[in-house]
């Protein structure tokens, strides 16, 4: 797939979210998807390797959010994996700062690569576990947004997030179709950590039967600052 044709694709797709795709923005995409492939050959980044799949999967599917994002939010990615949502919408949004977080050095590596080669300013590429790092001053209810994708059940995750989240700020959870089930587990939790449900979007995925929930999290009041426990308590002992 070439350049023109990439745009032609995910330009569809993005005016169907809303989304109007300059082609300098296109080719920063484009550029990041055949970085993806080529480390995927060495490091397991994503099991997602088609083009089309990519641009519908991970870019498209990433910027479901962007109309969440205000001018110069302050935006961190738990979890990003090989950059899932935090790159695609830094692309959008020269004017926010995105720090990505992952617990994989290699990974990290690989952002850090990403950045350079499309000369993406204002991101941080952090090696840490959520748990260590909101227990840093300069981060712990910092940030406007924090986001996160297929990373862990709400009680958990939320866990993970909410203690970023500056009082008047959100948590964008991306889940996948069924989510009654984590809503309700997760009632307590977001009670205790401070935060509020705002809403949930359910979004179909263009030209496809995707469906996926956005669950927006309101930060309403200070995280009690037990919270999150040390590495590896939330997913073993979840709050309840």
């Known amino acids: 797939m070439d350049q023109k044709e990439f745009f032609k694709k995910i330009s569809i797709k993005s005016e169907k979210i809303g989304i109007n795709l300059d082609e300098q923005k296109s080719d920063k995409l484009y550029n990041y998807m055949n970085l993806l492939l080529k480390w995927n050959e060495n490091i397991n980044l994503t099991a997602i390797t088609d083009k089309d799949e990519i641009i519908l999967k991970h870019f498209i599917d990433s910027l479901t959010i962007n109309k969440y994002i205000k001018s110069n939010d302050m935006v961190m990615d738990i979890g ?24 994989l050095n290699k990974r990290i590596n690989f952002l850090n690569e990403v950045c350079n080669e499309l000369n993406l300013e ?65 009632t307590n939790a977001i009670k205790i950590l401070g935060g509020k449900i705002e809403k949930i979007e359910k979004v179909i995925l263009p030209e496809s039967d995707m469906e996926r929930n956005i669950v927006i999290i309101s930060k309403e009041k200070t995280t009690p600052s037990k919270y999150p426990r040390k590495s590896g308590v939330p997913s073993k002992q979840p709050i309840l």
């Open 80 to 103: 990003t994996g090989a950059g899932f949502p935090g790159i695609p919408l830094r692309i959008m949004n020269d004017d926010n700062k995105i720090i990505l977080v992952d617990s």
């Open 122 to 186: 204002n991101v941080e590429c952090i090696h840490s576990r959520a748990e260590d790092l909101a227990c840093k001053k300069e981060y712990r209810e910092n940030l406007d947004v924090v986001v996160s994708r297929a990373v862990a059940r709400l009680n958990i995750l939320l866990e993970y997030m909410l203690p970023f989240v500056k009082v008047g700020g959100k948590c964008i959870c991306m889940k996948g179709p069924n989510i009654s089930e984590e809503l309700n587990e997760a």
